[in-house]
């Protein structure tokens, strides 16, 4: 019953946001292709707007498990949905391994887990991303797909103007070629490489002004934020296949 009402309530989410985006913006979906019909699969985006989880959710022709700041599903009403959405929680900047056990678990069913592993918005650009995508794909052995998102920073009311003086945003979901982290350990330093690397495939799909710091002038560095452990909390441990 449970993962029924879960299918719904993705089901018109998703085709709902489809229509919307159609009527009020100039919506482009590229690479959709690159999508392994079934199977584990990891998702990893920019993240410049609230509105990104569900808009690559639409865009995308699997269904999608989006990792979401825990803050959300503590909100009355607003965390019911996040639930039966299909979304889970993670505790952003310190090391949640009760998350990424969820994530990894979901991969081994053979769903797709979206993750923006900058673990906030950016506003300028993209900032140094936490390790623990790279390490939900070193446990897991998923292949990832890096997903670009342009345009989303859209707001209410303007975009109704918008539409009405026929100014309709442009957005865009760019999906890019699979790849994996085949030939790396699973250790934290391993971690941190393939993030980066994740992170510099979502670069390559994106505007120059947007890459920020995976941008050329940082190649050939592993550019990682570090996680912060909560008070009381131990560090993250290193990853391994237990």
Do not use: C
């Not at 947007?210 to 290193?238: F, K, S, V």
């Amino acid at each position: 019953m449970k993962n029924r009402l879960s299918s719904v309530v993705y089901a018109i989410s998703t085709w709902s946001l489809r229509i919307v985006i159609f009527l009020f913006a100039r919506w482009t979906v590229r690479g959709a292709e690159h999508l392994p019909a079934s199977g584990p699969l990891i998702l990893v985006a920019n993240h410049a707007h609230i509105l990104d989880p569900p808009l690559v959710s639409a865009a995308s022709t699997r269904r999608v498990r989006p990792m979401a700041k825990r803050e959300l599903f503590e909100t009355p009403l607003i965390g019911w949905f996040f639930w039966a959405y299909g979304a889970f929680p993670v505790r952003r900047f310190s090391g949640d391994m009760g998350a990424l056990r969820v994530a990894r678990n979901y991969l081994r069913d053979g769903e797709t887990v979206l993750m923006f592993p900058e673990g906030t918005r950016s506003r300028a650009g993209m900032r140094p991303a936490l390790p623990g995508a790279g390490m939900v794909a070193l446990l897991a052995k998923a292949p990832i797909v890096p997903v670009a998102i342009t345009g989303s920073r859209i707001s209410l009311p303007t975009v109704f103007f918008q539409w009405i003086w026929r100014r309709r945003p442009e957005i865009s979901v760019t999906f890019g070629e699979p790849f994996d982290l085949t030939g790396l350990s699973s250790d934290g330093r391993a971690a941190e490489a393939g993030t980066d690397l994740m992170m510099r495939r979502v670069a390559a799909l994106l505007p120059p002004e947007m890459q920020g710091a995976y941008g050329p002038e940082t190649e050939g560095q592993i550019i990682i934020a570090r996680q912060r452990a909560e008070p009381g909390e131990e560090p993250p441990p290193e990853a391994s296949d237990a």
